[in-house]
């Protein structure tokens, strides 16, 4: 294959991508949705990733709870360093929050997540508010390569 036909075949992976990771998305909030209206807001974090989990289920999505995720540091493995608390379909990470107010550093955590699993997009949730609208956000890393 030349090298434009293998441009061309990235674009349009990358494309691909794009289109299936923003229809999954559009489950995930919907799937977020139907969460906050059954449960309204107060709970703990766990009480909303079970009730996620069933409602990503229901729409026939893969959802794994407590993913660890190992840290590299200067090309050596050191372990089990962080924790996602979903990834739905081995794409997208959501980082679930039941607080009064997301700080900066729950936009950060979800940065870091996706990088250290070389994952495009996140989500970050909080369902803590009184608008879901208000607490959902879409988080993408490096979403060109």
Same mark, same amino acid.
């Given at each position: 294959m030349n090298s434009s036909a293998e441009k061309r075949e990235k674009e349009f992976r990358r494309e691909n991508e794009l289109i299936r990771l923003n229809a999954i998305g559009s489950i995930?909030?919907? /799937?977020?949705?139907?969460?906050? %209206?059954?449960?309204?807001?107060?709970?703990?974090? #766990?009480?909303? /990733?079970?009730?996620?989990?069933k409602e990503l289920n229901i729409r026939e999505l893969n959802v794994d709870?407590? +993913?660890?995720?190992?840290?590299?540091? %200067?090309?050596?493995?050191?372990?089990? /360093?962080?924790?996602?608390?979903? +990834? +739905?379909?081995? *794409?997208? !990470? !959501?980082?679930?929050? #039941?607080?009064? /107010?997301?700080?900066? !550093?729950?936009?950060? *955590?979800? !940065?870091?997540y996706l990088k250290v699993a070389d994952k495009r997009l996140g989500y970050l949730v909080n369902f803590n508010v009184p608008l879901l609208k208000d607490g959902f956000h879409r988080i993408i890393n490096n979403f060109s390569a």
């Open positions: 995930i909030l919907d /799937a977020c949705i139907s969460v906050h %209206k059954a449960l309204g807001a107060g709970l703990l974090e #766990s009480a909303y /990733a079970k009730a996620l989990i709870h407590n +993913v660890p995720f190992e840290l590299s540091y %200067k090309g050596e493995m050191l372990g089990k /360093a962080y924790v996602a608390d979903l +990834v +739905v379909e081995n *794409q997208i !990470i !959501i980082e679930l929050k #039941s607080v009064e /107010a997301l700080l900066p !550093i729950h936009k950060f *955590q979800l !940065i870091t």
